[in-house]
């Protein structure tokens, strides 16, 4: 499937930074965020005609895969038949102090996307865009223009659906991405918070100041150190 549009249940800053990645490969984007479309005006504004600002239920209807950037405890508001058969991108990440404890994801005995999954049990999820810091995921976007890219930065996906890991893999190629697929929903603990495949290791030396592109095996080696927080 060609994706032609891209709509976005969350604006925030890794929201908006999508949008405008999106927009540079020529997609059109519909955004929405849970204060309502009026308060995108400057964004939709900034982003220009391709751009509109929506309801999350329009964002999802409107969306060939639509991107889910928002606090996991948001996850029930989710126009849940809006999004059977879409492609969905799960950018959730669990911070208990924020969205509560979940004891699921407390005993480590399922995941965020599995849960976003679960409650969205048409669409088809993939588990990208988490890991990696808004200004990063701005600065580190390549396009290969007809060629290779080598300094080309590699993220981590995930999904339980291998036609959905395969487009999902095609619009990372447009927006300016490689993709590694770690495999099932499942497997996408190993780049949750505070793992070695997370934000930082896309900072040089720690400074979140000076983004750098992270190569297949190196992600591949960080992946494989992950270790449950049970066990860190």
């Known amino acids: 499937m060609t994706i032609a549009t891209l709509g976005l249940i969350g604006s925030g800053h890794i929201g908006s930074t999508l949008a405008r990645l999106a927009v540079d490969a020529g997609l059109e984007v519909v955004l929405s965020n849970s204060r309502g479309p009026e308060t995108l005006a400057d964004l939709v504004d900034e982003l220009g005609p391709q751009a509109r600002a929506a309801t999350a239920q329009e964002a999802a209807e409107a969306g060939d895969a639509v991107v889910v950037t928002v606090p996991l405890k948001a996850v029930p508001d989710l126009p849940t038949e809006a999004l059977a ?26 995941t965020t996307s ?21 200004e990063h995921l701005r600065a580190l976007a390549r396009t290969r223009g007809g060629s290779d890219v080598p300094d080309r930065a ?8 291998d036609e959905a890991k395969i487009e999902a893999v095609e619009l990372l190629d447009r927006l300016g991405y490689d993709a590694h697929d770690v495999g099932a929903l499942a497997e996408g ?3 949750q918070r505070d793992l070695p495949a997370y934000a930082g290791i896309y900072a040089t030396d720690g400074d979140f100041t000076r983004p750098r592109a992270v190569g297949r095996d ?12 049970r066990d860190l």
């Open 85 to 110: 058969g879409k492609l969905v991108l799960d950018t959730v990440n669990y911070y208990p102090d924020r969205d509560g404890h979940v004891a699921e994801l407390d005993d480590e005995s399922t």
């Open 114 to 134: 599995e849960l976003l999954q679960r409650h969205l049990p048409g669409a088809r999820v993939v588990k990208v865009f988490n890991n990696i810091y808004f």
């Open 218 to 229: 190196e992600l591949v080696d960080a992946l494989a150190r992950a270790r449950r927080y």
């Open 189 to 191: 603990w190993r780049y």
């Open 154 to 161: 590699v993220l981590p996906i995930a999904g339980d659906d």
